[in-house]
């Protein structure tokens, strides 16, 4: 099996984007059976709704194993989004 330890997801505030179809097409292309995803860091820096959205894909994809994205800058809801992103399967 290989796993591809370091995937993101969305669009990123420093350029890249990739969409869930866009890497499990990746994947197939180069015979990655699994992939941990997280979000990049998003254009509006909105962790909470990329975080869901990794969610979401992870729901959908059981190729993909999520993990979540905390803001640094916001330790008060550090321990929330945590719990959130639990619940959402991350």
């Known amino acids: 099996m290989i796993f591809d330890a370091h995937a993101s ?6 350029g890249p984007r ?3 179809e866009d890497l499990l097409a990746r ?14 860091t998003p254009l509006d820096l909105d962790l909470r709704r990329a975080n869901a959205a990794v969610a979401a894909a992870v729901s959908k994809h059981s190729r993909l194993v999520g993990f979540a994205r905390i803001d640094p800058r916001r330790p008060d809801l550090a321990g929330t989004e945590l719990a959130t992103c639990r619940a959402e399967g991350l």
């Open 18 to 20: 990739q969409t869930v």
């Open 9 to 14: 997801l969305g669009d990123s505030l420093y």
């Open 27 to 40: 994947m197939d292309e180069h015979s990655i059976d699994r992939a941990a995803v997280s979000p990049f």
